[in-house]
């Protein structure tokens, strides 16, 4: 349960396509006239995860990533499992919530559902490069799972490799359903208060304000104090070298996934 504050939050979420009941979150129809809806955004629902399972598979997971931008710090994937009959209202891409509301979701999903986190730190980034690093975390937090999924849906173009289970790649997932957003909820909380205890080791670079992005503080504190431990060698401005063909590769597949 979460406490009064977090329960105001939700309350004060946009209510339309929302409600927690899974009869809520059927499959979206389009408008006859597109036009007029312009303005209106679409938020994720449980319509996948349905299609999943009237195909047979069942329960599904969803998974997402949080921190391939940035210059300092892990990359954190979480696997969610939800409830169909307890879906906490208001979840959505991470990135369009705010701290509280994040913080709100966080508490509820952990509360209601099945968790499972990994990471990949600088070293195995710096190795392995940031995508295969991030599917790797994706496809460590899946495995851990206490309930083994039957189907997979992950954010991005990609799927994790080595799984058992079938899955799809969703571009855009966290807008589309809620199991891949609550796993970007999930990852993204969790990775930003690993950076806020970061920056009680290594305050030099502000770590807690901008969570490792590549912000004038950071590149001022890169600059003035060197890199650190949490540094990723293999990222502008540590790294000095061209990008290896099969990195460079990786990293446009990479950029053309993310949300401008």
């Known amino acids: 349960m979460v406490g009064n504050d ?38 994720p629902d449980f319509s996948l995860e349905l299609m999943a399972r009237d195909a047979g598979h069942w ?4 998974t997402d990533e949080a921190g391939r931008g940035p210059l300092a710090g892990p990359v954190v994937a979480a696997a969610v499992i939800l409830d169909p009959d307890n879906i906490p ?7 369009k919530l ?43 937090a899946v495995i851990g799972l206490n309930i083994k999924p039957a189907y997979l849906l992950t954010d991005g173009r990609d799927m994790p490799p080595g799984l058992a289970c079938p899955g799809k790649a969703v571009i855009k997932g966290d807008s ?11 990852a993204k909380v969790t990775r930003d208060r690993m950076m ?20 004038k503080q950071h590149r001022d504190g890169i600059t003035t104090h060197g890199p650190c431990s949490l540094h990723r060698m293999s990222f502008r401005p540590m790294r000095k070298d061209p990008l290896p063909e099969d990195d460079l590769a990786d990293l446009q597949a990479l950029e053309s996934t993310k949300t401008p």
């Open 176 to 186: 589309l359903s809620v199991s891949i957003a609550a796993a970007s909820i999930i």
């Open 98 to 140: 705010s701290l509280k509301q994040r913080e709100a979701l966080f508490a509820m999903i952990m509360a209601t559902a099945h968790v499972s986190i990994a990471s990949s730190g600088p070293r195995l980034i710096d190795e392995r490069n940031i995508l295969r690093a991030s599917l790797d975390a994706m496809r460590r």
């Open 196 to 215: 806020g205890r970061a920056c009680t080791v290594f305050p030099a670079y502000g770590f807690a304000k901008h969570v490792g992005y590549a912000t």
């Open 59 to 62: 329960p599904v997971a969803g």
């Open 6 to 43: 977090a329960a105001l939050v939700v309350r004060g979420l946009p209510e339309v396509g929302r409600a927690c009941e899974t009869a809520a979150m059927l499959l979206r129809t389009p408008p006859d006239s597109p036009t007029l809806f312009e303005e209106t955004p679409f938020v």
């Open 89 to 95: 209202p208001g979840l959505d891409d991470s990135k």
